[in-house]
């Protein structure tokens, strides 16, 4: 069932931005305006419409670049991230070149030069219950491409209570997710998922790993949708919950119900201003606290030390195979997962140094370890990463 | 009844890195209870402590959502396919 959101007409002293289409426009957009479904109306209404992207990561790519293909004509971008060699798996906007750019910038280049005529506002600002009812207020639609559960809560209850539609995509490793909340009459995000899981029980592409491709297909989804919403045509994803898996090549789809319950889109809502979305997802900060504490530390550069001194130390790495190929330092692979059933293999009476990628998988492996009753038990603090850091560089880190 | 059960990405590590598992049962609750059974690693991940499924996955029986049916009460047949669906954030390190 189609579902029109409403665009407001331009504003006095918009310049008459959407009033009309320059000879340019037309024949720039001529493939939309010879579709019945687009048309002249069609674009005027996307020329006229106001998008608010949060993120221009993986899915805020191919997201800002077919909105702005599309002649969305006024674009907001939200980030406060800086490009990485390691966004460029997957975060087509950038390129080698703007590695240590801010996001922000390198993104509204790179969308300025696809469409000059178009006006794409930045914010380069991290989004907080702060700030995100004033950033959103003034665009008709959000688009939440970011990549951690107290954003997504934020953006969510922000675009409930001010009436704005929430285009959501989310990824992990090859499965992708997109829906429309917060639409009149459908369900927003806490209708599905009513509180976030705690940290550190779903991975994150950080450290779960994605295939580059996939925010590409979910991003360009809620590009999809977005447009759909504006010209008001097909059938939007509300109500609809669109799993997609790259592996498989298959899509399937689940009934997304409003929660009439729901505290925040609910007939009697319990939450009508934005909360503490740290401390709702349990995670106080920008790092998550350690789960594990007095958990026995040893700095790379002493264990390069002890080893250098001939100590009798044993390496134990409980990363994952395929990241043992990556790079290792000889040390006996047991992954974390199958610690429990290996670790008859492990000899307590010798001196035991955990480590992983980056420390925390180790640290847990080293307190399941100190709970089994083993003494002479240490983690490398920064883990392989903090080994090539300090004491060898020629160890790649990923 | 043999219904699958559809595993999702981020819980294959503790379903033995299958993508679905078939099994026998007369109701959703049955259902899960025999994935936990042959899988006890995916139970603390799906329930907790108290029995209750967790707030961040729900659970579908074909395209609905057992919220709105009759729960783990809810009675599936032969055929049925039965999704796990947590969330899914995506990209940062937490």
Same mark, same amino acid.
């Given at each position: ?25 037309i024949q720039r957009y001529s493939r939309h305006l010879i579709m019945p479904e687009v048309g ?359 | ?24 049962? *007369?109701?959703? /609750?049955?259902?899960? @209870?025999? +994935?936990?059974?042959?899988?006890? %690693? ?5 329930? *907790?402590?108290? /029995?209750?499924?967790? @707030?961040? +996955?729900?659970?579908?029986?074909? %395209? ?31």
């Amino acid at each position: 069932m189609a579902t029109k959101t409403q665009i407001p007409p331009a504003a006095p002293g918009d310049n008459n931005r959407g009033a009309t289409l320059s000879k340019e426009e037309i024949q720039r957009y001529s493939r939309h305006l010879i579709m019945p479904e687009v048309g002249m109306d069609g674009q005027l209404k996307l020329k006229q419409a106001k998008v608010l992207c949060i993120g221009t990561g993986g899915l805020g790519a191919p997201l800002g670049l077919y909105l702005a293909a599309a002649g969305v004509g006024r674009i907001g971008l939200v980030d406060f991230d800086v490009v990485d060699s390691t966004n460029l798996q997957r975060q087509v906007l950038f390129g080698t070149s703007d590695v240590g750019r801010p996001k922000i910038t390198a993104a509204a280049d790179r969308l300025r030069n696809l469409n000059p005529d178009i006006q794409i506002d930045t914010y380069e600002t991290h989004l907080s219950s702060e700030n995100a009812l004033d950033l959103f207020k003034d665009y008709d639609i959000i688009v939440d491409g970011t990549d951690n559960f107290p954003t997504r809560y934020l953006v969510n209850d922000a675009s409930v209570l001010l009436g704005k539609p929430n285009v959501y995509g989310s990824i992990f490793r090859f499965e992708g997710q997109i829906t429309v909340f917060g639409a009149p009459g459908g369900p927003c995000y806490r209708c599905l998922y009513p509180e976030p899981p705690p940290p550190g029980l779903v991975p994150s592409c950080a450290e779960g790993g994605v295939l580059g491709v996939l925010p590409g297909i979910v991003g360009t989804i809620q590009a999809a949708e977005t447009l759909k919403l504006i010209i008001g045509k097909g059938q939007p994803l509300i109500g609809r919950l669109l799993l997609f898996d790259a592996l498989a090549m298959k899509f399937r789809e689940l009934k997304l119900r409003k929660n009439p319950d729901c505290p925040v889109c609910g007939t009697h809502r319990t939450l009508t201003k934005l909360i503490d979305y740290a401390e709702f997802c349990g995670i106080r900060g920008e790092e998550a606290p350690s789960t594990v504490t007095n958990i026995p530390e040893i700095t790379p550069k002493d264990l390069k030390a002890r080893l250098d001194r001939g100590d009798d130390l044993y390496i134990l790495d409980v990363r994952e195979p395929h990241e043992y190929q990556i790079c290792n330092i000889n040390g006996h692979l047991i992954p974390l997962g199958e610690l429990p059933k290996r670790v008859h293999e492990l000899d307590s009476s010798r001196e035991i140094v955990a480590h992983c990628r980056s420390g925390k998988r180790s640290a847990d492996a080293v307190q399941f370890l100190q709970k089994a009753g083993f003494r002479k038990i240490w983690n490398l603090k920064g883990g392989i990463l903090a080994w090539s850091d300090d004491v060898d560089p020629k160890v790649p880190k990923y | 009844m043999a219904v699958k059960v559809i595993i999702p990405t981020p819980l294959r590590a503790y379903a033995g890195k299958q993508e679905s598992v078939e099994v026998e049962a *007369a109701t959703v /609750g049955e259902a899960l @209870s025999a +994935v936990t059974t042959r899988f006890s %690693d995916l139970k603390k991940h799906l329930f *907790a402590d108290d /029995g209750r499924l967790r @707030s961040f +996955v729900n659970v579908y029986v074909n %395209d609905e959502d057992i919220r709105y049916l009759q729960k783990d009460q809810t009675s599936v047949k032969a055929g049925d396919t039965i999704s796990i669906v947590p969330s899914i954030a995506g990209g940062a390190r937490s």
